[in-house]
Structure formats: C-alpha cells, structure tokens
C-alpha cells in the first residue's frame, strides 16, 4: 500500500480579522517624559532630554536610568551595554518617537555612551547623531526611546 495515494482534504479559508493597532519598531522600546531642559544634568527618574531645543540639532542624549514605567524599570546595566555594541565611531541607532503621534519621531546613530552616575537614581550621556527629524516635542510629552 502506497501512502501518495491518500490526499489531505482543505476546507475553504476563513475570513480575515481586523487589524490590530500599531506595534513599536524596536528590539527595546522604553517609555519616558520628555523634558525641554537643554543642560547637561541628571535629567530626574522617568525622564530624557537633549542638549539643544531644536531637537534634529542636538548632539547629546541625557537620559535617566529609570525609564518612566509604572513600576518603574532600573536600565542601568541596559544602557551601560549600549557602549559594547558595534564600533566606537557607529554603535546603533536610537528612535525617540512621540506616544501621542507615532509619525512624529526623530532618529539619532549614537556612538559614545557615558554613565554620569550608576544604579536606580543615576542617569547617562549619549553622543548622538540626528539622522531623521520630526516637529519638536513640548515639554513633559511622553515618549518611546
């Protein structure tokens, strides 16, 4: 007996379901507020900033090692491994997109990544390079990085 004589049976397909909502582009996606402060400070627990108002113009990322999460996520060592990835002059790229609108984003390579103070309450520098620029962030905006 001879199994290539035996044929599988389909049904008819069903029909498609709707779409669901828009996922997030990243292997790592974080929430945090948005702060309009430009200096080069501990920019506070849940919050990231740039050195520069216009924001396709900045050349540093200041950001907490606490993202803005409820509970909150302690990314120290996360940020701290960000250093180790690719080469010293090209590490990656970050997408800093607005939570309200998800077209409005801007892109950055990063290269260096110094930790300005470690643990739950520390925060980092990051040298970046604006790649792809959306209409500025207002002050307190929530944010995916």
């Known amino acids: 007996m001879s199994y290539s004589s ?3 049976k389909s049904g008819s397909s069903g029909t498609s379901g709707s779409s669901g909502r828009d ?3 990243a292997a790592n996606t974080f929430f945090y507020k ?3 402060t430009t200096s080069a400070v ?3 627990d849940g ?3 740039l050195n520069n108002a216009t924001m396709g113009s900045a050349t540093a ?3 907490a090692n606490t993202d803005g999460s409820t509970p909150a996520n302690n990314l120290d060592s996360f940020l701290a491994s960000l250093s180790s990835y690719g080469s010293a002059a ?4 970050i997408k800093i ?3 309200s609108n998800s077209s409005n984003f801007y892109l950055f390579e990063f290269s260096t990544v110094t930790q300005q103070a470690g643990g739950a309450g520390g925060w980092n520098s990051i040298v970046i390079s604006n790649l792809v620029s959306g209409a500025n962030f207002t002050n307190n905006d929530d944010v995916y990085i």
Do not use: A, C, H, V
């Not at 090209?90 to 790229?93: E, L, T, V, W």
């Open 34 to 36: 948005y702060s309009t």
């Open 47 to 49: 919050y990231l900033r």
């Open 61 to 63: 990322l200041y950001i």
């Open 23 to 25: 996922g997030y582009n």
């Open 42 to 44: 501990d920019p506070g």
């Open 6 to 8: 035996f044929k599988l």
């Open 97 to 99: 997109q607005q939570s």
């Open 90 to 93: 090209r590490r990656g790229y």
